[in-house]
């Protein structure tokens, strides 16, 4: 369940967060002056009052009266003048995870899977696609971001509660992928949106990819500390193509490492000492299993700074505009229109 906290504003930030679309209007409020100047009794053939005694409730009546009259006029004056309640930040409390997705947008994404008995002739890309949207559609209490890469790593939604940011930029991958696999470069910048925030939250990179990359012994170290930095874990969905190698089989000796990036790559993340998760996909069904797995990341409070949008409160000086003119009504019922004789 998702808890919204109040905005923490002290009285200057109070009045600086006030605002009127038209504080023009404002000089209408002059007009509640009227009631309480001018004088409008009725009079009746009797010369005088004065030796009746004090009558104190029609004394308080009448000053009501005056007063409801101001304040209606005085109300319908600020309503016109449009007032707001300026944009705020909300503490946000929930129950999700951090997620940074790194989503490879290689040539080779467009290709088909290993096992195309299962695959139906559907694109790694299109497959990829479709879990993650469904992913981040239920995710409502994440914090998400998302990296696509090839031979440079971009930015296409940054880590935070805007959803519809990621789902823009994942219904963009249907243009299809180009490009080598440049890994490393994804999962920095990935790690660098989670420099200098609390950790609030279950933090992850969510790696998706066919391929992997060699990486020298200097790149390994970087990625290596800054994993250890970020506490963050690492789950990669490897989607094995036709040619691919397999995560779970050692390579021979006859054709050497460097036939084998992806596994080569596996061994190296086991290295990083955070948690760390591969899953093997040969077909749509296994990313939808995998995903299954990587949901319940979602076991640790997660706090964020949410905007919440500029509110209208010119309703509530309507209201009160509304109550003032019943208040009028409601005393003219109480108004000595004749004197009973005897």
Not at 71 to 96: D, M, N, S
Not at 257 to 276: I, R, S
Request: aromatic share 8%; glycine share 8%.
């Amino acid at each position: 369940m998702e808890h919204y906290g109040l905005p923490h504003l002290d009285n200057a930030a109070l009045l600086q967060n006030a605002g009127f679309q038209s504080p023009w209007l404002l000089l209408v409020a002059l007009l509640a002056l009227l009631p309480l100047l001018v004088r409008g009794h009725e009079y009746f053939p009797y010369p005088s009052l004065q030796r009746l005694p004090e009558d104190t409730l029609s004394r308080w009546i009448a000053r009501t009266w005056r007063a409801s009259g101001a304040l209606g006029i005085a109300a319908i004056a600020v309503a016109l003048a449009g007032p707001y309640w300026g944009e705020q930040q909300v503490e946000k409390i929930g129950r999700g995870a951090h997620v940074m997705i790194v989503l490879d947008r290689s040539a080779s994404m467009n290709d088909g899977f290993a096992d195309k008995s299962r695959g139906k002739g559907i694109s790694k890309m299109a497959a990829a696609r479709s879990v993650l949207q469904q992913f981040v559609k239920e995710g409502r209490e994440d914090l998400v971001g998302m990296v696509t890469f090839s031979t440079s790593p971009i930015l296409v939604a940054p880590l935070g509660a805007d959803h519809e940011a990621v789902q823009a930029a994942l219904s963009a991958t249907e243009a299809g992928g180009m490009g080598f696999t440049a890994v490393a470069r994804g999962l920095g910048m990935a790690l660098d949106y989670f420099e200098g925030k609390p950790v609030t939250g279950a933090r992850a990179i969510l790696l998706v990819s066919d391929g992997g990359a060699h990486l020298d012994v200097k790149t390994q170290d970087l990625i290596r500390d800054m994993f250890h930095r970020q506490n963050a874990s690492l789950y990669w969905i490897y989607l094995r193509s036709d040619n691919g190698a397999s995560l779970n089989e050692v390579p021979t000796e006859e054709n050497g490492g460097d036939a084998y990036p992806e596994y080569q790559l596996h061994e190296y993340f086991k290295t990083l000492k955070v948690p760390y998760h591969a899953y093997e996909a040969e077909n749509p069904q296994a990313i939808s299993a995998a995903m299954l797995d990587i949901a319940k990341l979602k076991n640790q409070p997660t706090r964020y700074q949410e905007a919440v949008s500029r509110q209208d409160l010119s309703g509530i000086f309507y209201l009160l505009a509304c109550l003032s003119a019943l208040m009028l009504m409601a005393l003219h019922l109480t108004e000595v229109k004749q004197w009973r004789s005897n």
